[in-house]
């Protein structure tokens, strides 16, 4: 079964640095998709990044970005020049491209201090 | 504007009460699925379905019960079997074109 791993249950950074959150994820599949949710304290789930693991390119969305290893089965996302509105829980997730289901890692609590 | 609405936002069900939480998405999505988050968790997932009239069970399906009648519909209904019920539910659906997720705003049930 695939699994989700964030070993960061809580991280902080000072406004305006820049931050990395670590997943690492378990699959033998060699086909699918990884995400980065972010969960504000409204509790919406936004998407922030979404890569595919066939394309070796690093997905961007402006501040964000992430270091994809797929060898290595890591999926770091880096938030550059943090903004207080960065603050939120933030998911790493997996899902296979064949298949329907998502499985998501445990979360990641970013703190952005001013 | 497309998306998934869920309500009510808040709902308070007395013990053994049955409760429904509804949720409708109009973006064409085949699949959708519901999901529970305690608080400082992660979202663990309860039901799925990827097609009408057709529903799997998920990690922590004990308790719930869905259907899926209608392609926009997967209402969830939290039986009084279902011993801790007050959590986080979300609701999510997805297609197989860009494979991510969508995501309501949320039911926040307590049990009084």
């Known amino acids: 079964a695939q699994t989700v791993t964030q070993s960061q249950p809580e991280m902080s950074v000072q406004e305006a640095e820049t931050v990395t959150l670590s997943c690492t994820y378990d699959t033998s599949e060699s086909d699918y998709y990884l995400f980065w949710y972010k969960q504000p304290p409204s509790r919406q789930m936004i998407l922030v990044i979404r890569?595919?693991?066939?394309?070796?390119q690093n997905a961007t969305e402006n501040r964000f970005s992430v270091n994809f290893q797929k060898a290595a089965k890591s999926f770091s996302l880096k938030i550059s020049d943090s903004q207080l509105g960065d603050a939120a829980m933030y998911f790493c997730?997996?899902?296979?491209?064949?298949?329907?289901?998502?499985?998501f890692g445990p979360g990641t609590r970013l703190s952005v201090l001013p | 504007d497309g998306g998934i609405t869920q309500s009510p936002k808040y709902l308070f069900r007395k013990e053994g009460q049955n409760v429904t939480l509804s949720c409708e998405q109009n973006l064409n999505h085949d699949a959708m699925y519901w999901y529970r988050q305690d608080p400082g968790q992660g979202l663990r997932l309860i039901y799925y379905s990827q097609i009408v009239n057709d529903f799997q069970k998920g990690d922590i399906a004990e308790g719930y019960s869905v259907s899926r009648e209608k392609k926009e519909s997967f209402p969830l209904t939290v039986t009084s079997a279902q011993k801790n019920p007050t959590a986080f539910y979300l609701c999510a659906s997805s297609n197989y074109g860009t494979g991510r997720a969508f995501f309501g705003q949320g039911t926040r049930l307590t049990v009084v």
């Open positions: 890569q595919e693991a066939y394309k070796q």
């Open positions: 997730a997996y899902r296979k491209s064949s298949g329907q289901n998502f499985v």
